[in-house]
C-alpha cells in the first residue's frame, strides 16, 4: 500500500484481493483470544480488584489512608487525573488536524488515536471523583453548580469532550461495524451470538448507500472541526484549577497554553507508543509503516520544541526574578529536594528526546519508541512536580505540624488505586481491540482507493500521452499542416 | 392515664433541664461540661446545684452536665448572617507572647482535634535583620476571598456580615478551597471523628455557624464564632487573650474591644498604632488587621529551630487530654 507503491499490481482484480486482505488483516485479531490475551486480561483484572479494594478502604476510613494532608491536599489522583487528560489530547490532534488538513497518511493511525482519547478521558474523569472526599454528594455539583468555580469549567468541559470524542470515535466505526456484522457469519469466533447483537446494533443498520456515505461524511467534517476547540478548552480549564489561585508556581498566566502543549506532547507520543504496540501486537507491519512513525516523529519534535519553550517562560522569568514565595518554590525545584526530579524531567525527558528527534535515524521505529516512553513518564512526573511542591510551599511558613504534613510522598492506596486506573485504560484497549479492527478499515480502504486511482490515472495518461505522440508523429510525417495538434 | 401524664411531665421536665442547664457563664460551663463529658464513662454521683432560665433552682448528678448551646440558626439564616454588620479583628503583634493560650480557647470552643489549630500561632521573621515576632493567624474572613470564589457547590460562602464559613452538610470535599486559601486557613477532615469529640460533641443539630458536628470528607477552618456573638459575646480567642492582645468588633460600629473589656474607636486605633492587613499585596481583603510588633515586652521567639522541629504524630485521641482548658 502506502510503502511498497512500485510493486502495486494495478487493475480491478488486484484491487479486490487487495481490500480483502486489507479487511482480514484487520479483522481476524478479533476472531482469537489467546493464551497470551487471557492471561493478560487476568492479570489486569487482578490488579483492578485490588485497586477496587483500596478504594473501598479509602470510602470506609476516609482520604486519611491516602497519604495527603493539610498542606499536600492533593497529591497523586490530581497528578494523574492532568495526565490522562493531557494523554486524551492525542486523538484529537492526530484525528481531527491531520483529516482537516487532509494528510493521507493519517488513515491506518486514526482509530487507536481516537480510542486513546476516549478512554484517557473516562478514566481521567473518574480520578477526581476518586480524590473527592465525599463522592456520595457529588449530585451537589449539579444541584449547586456554581458557574463561576473553574471545578465547574472542569465538568462542563469534559462531559463535553468524552461526549464529543464518543461520537469521534463511533462515527467512523459504522462501516467497520456493518462489516463485521457481514462477516462474522463466515467464520466461526468465540461469543458469535452476542457478538453478532453488538455488531448489528452499532452499524445502526449500515448498508452502505450513497446517501449514508454522504451523511457520515458530513457528519464527520462537522465534528473534526467541533472537537478541536472543546479540546483545546479542556485543557485549558484544567490549567486554570491551578492558575486561577494565588500559590507561588501555578500563579501564572502561561499555565492555559502551558498544558495544552503539554498534553500534545505526552499524547502524541502516547499515539505512537499506541502505533507500535498494534503494529507488533496485530502483525500491521504493512500498514503502519516507517513512514507513519517518521511523520509522527517530526510532529513529536514539533510540540517537544513548543512544550520545551513554553518550560523556558514557565521558569526562567520568575527564576529570573526570584520573588521571594515564587523564589522558595524555585530554590528547592533547582537545588533542594526535589531537584534530581525536576532536572531529569526538564533535561532527560525535554530536551534528550528533542535532541534524538532532531535526527532522522532517532525517528525510526525503536528509537521513536524508546523516546516516547520516556517522555510519557517524564510528562507524568512533571505533573505531580507541578503539583506538590506548590502546596508544600504557601505563603505561611509550615511550622510545627506533625511530620507527615511536611512532606508527601503517595502510599500504597494512591499507588494502588492508581495503578488501577492505568489497568482500567489497558483493559479497556484490549477488549475493544478484540471486538473491534484497530484500524478504521474503510479508511485504508478509501486510501487505497485513491492511491490505485492515482496509480491508474498515471498509467492511462501514460498511454495517452504515448498514443498522442504517436498520432503526431504519423500526422507530421504525412505533412499535414492544417489539423491542430492536441493539447 | 394521670400517671402517663405525670411521666410524661417529669420527663419534658428532664429533658428541658437538660438544655438548659447553666445558662450562664458560657464559657465557664462549656469547660465544665467539656471536662464532665470526657470522664463521663463513670458515674461520680456528684450532685451540683443549677439554676434553669425559668428561675428554679435544680439539683442534677454533674454527670449529665452539658455545654449549652442555643438551638442552631437554619441553614438559610447561617448563609446571611447578621444584619447590619461588619465583623473584624485586629491583633496586637506588640502584645502577643506566643503563649497559645488562643489556640487552645479555640480548641475547646469548636471541640477540635489538637492538631487543627484554627487559629495558629507562628514565629515570624521576615528577614534576617528583622526581629522576629509571634503571629497569631485565625481566618482572615477576606472580603475577597479566593477560597468562596472557586468552590463549585457554594458550600463555602462570604456572608453579608463579612464572615467566611463553611456548610459541611453540602461540601463534596473537593479541597479547591484548600488550594485556593493563600493562607493555609483550611482543615480537611481525613478521617471520621475520634470517638472522643464524638462524645463531647453530643447530639448538637448542625450548622454552618458553629462548624459542629463534623463530617468526614469536608473542609473546617476558623468561623470567627458567629454562634457567640449572636448572644452578644466575643469569639473564644478574643476573650481568651491573657496579653488582650486579640481586639474584636463591628466596623459599622467602628468599635473593637479586647479581653480586658476595654474598647477603642477602630479607624483611629489603626491610624495610631499603624495596623496593616498580612499580605495586602494579594489582593485578598483581609479582615483581621495586625498592629506591628513594636515596643515589645517580652523576648520574641526563638527562631533557631523554627520549621525544622516536627511534632510527632500522634493519633489524634491520645492528644485530646492536653486540649482542655
Ligand atoms: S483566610 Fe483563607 S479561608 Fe479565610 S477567607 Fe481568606 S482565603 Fe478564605
Ligand atoms: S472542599 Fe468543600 S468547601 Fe471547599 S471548595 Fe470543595 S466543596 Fe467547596
Known sequence: MVNEKSNLPTGQASLKSEIETLRED????????????????????????????????????????????????????????????????????????????????????????ELLTFVSLVFGGILPIIDLGRPDRIANIVIFGRVQSPLIWDVISICTYLAGSTIFLFLPMIPDMALCRDRLTVVDSRFKKIRKWIYTKMALGWKGTKSQWHRLEWSMTIMTIVIIPVAVSVHTVVSYIFAMTLRPGWNSTVFGPYF???ALYSGSACVILGMAAFRKMYHLEKYITLKHFNLMGQIELVLTLIYAYLNLNEYWIPA?????????????????????????????????PLIIMSFPKGRN????????????????????????????????????VPGTWSTYFPNYVEFSITAACLAGIFLFITLFAKLF?????????????????????????????EEEAKITGELSALGNETIKQPT | MQEDNKQKNKSNRRDFLKKSLITGGLLAAGAIGFEKVFSAKKDSGEKVKVRAPDGKVYEASSDHLKEYRPPPVTNAEARRGIAGKKFVMVIDLAKCDGCKTCTAACQTMHFTEPDREWIKVFKMKDAATTAPYFFPKPCFHCDNPPCTKVCPVNATFKRQDGIVLIDNERCIGCRSCMAACPYSTRFFNWSHPSALQIAAVGEMAYSPEQSVPRRMGTVEKCDFCPDMIRQGKMPACATSCPMNAIYFGDQNEDAVTNASGGTVKLSQFLIDNAGYRHLEELGTEPRVYYLPPKNRKYPGPDMKNVGKEKKKTKPMEMDMGNMQM
Open chain 1, 365 to 400: 521505529i525503536t528509537m521513536l519508541t524508546i523516546t516516547c516512553i520516556i517522555i510519557v513518564a517524564g510528562a507524568w512526573v512533571k505533573r505531580y512536580l507541578i503539583i506538590v511542591p506548590t502546596l508544600l510551599h504557601p505563603f505561611m511558613p509550615i511550622q510545627e
Open chain 1, 26 to 113: 484487520c479483522l481476524s485479531p478479533t476472531r482469537n483470544w489467546g493464551r497470551p490475551t487471557q492471561i493478560w486480561i487476568g492479570c489486569l483484572l487482578i490488579v483492578i480488584a485490588w485497586g477496587l479494594y483500596c478504594y473501598i478502604h479509602q470510602l470506609r476510613h476516609g482520604l486519611g489512608v491516602t497519604a495527603m494532608r493539610d498542606y499536600v491536599s492533593w497529591g497523586l489522583y490530581i497528578s494523574t487525573f492532568v495526565f490522562f487528560i493531557g494523554i486524551s489530547h492525542s486523538g484529537t490532534l492526530v484525528s481531527a488536524i491531520l483529516r482537516i488538513t487532509r494528510q493521507e497518511w493519517r488513515r491506518p493511525i486514526t482509530r487507536s488515536a
Open chain 1, 260 to 262: 495544552v502543549t503539554g
Open chain 1, 320 to 352: 529570573y526574578k526570584m520573588a521571594t514565595a515564587e523564589g522558595h518554590l524555585l530554590n528547592d525545584l533547582f537545588y533542594g529536594s526535589y531537584s534530581i526530579a525536576f532536572w531529569t524531567c526538564q533535561i532527560g525527558t525535554v530536551m534528550v
Open chain 1, 437 to 465: 479492527p484497530m484500524m478504521a478499515v474503510w479508511e485504508v480502504e478509501e486510501g487505497i482507493k485513491i492511491d490505485h486511482d492515482k496509480q491508474s490515472a498515471i498509467e492511462i495518461r501514460k498511454q495517452r500521452e
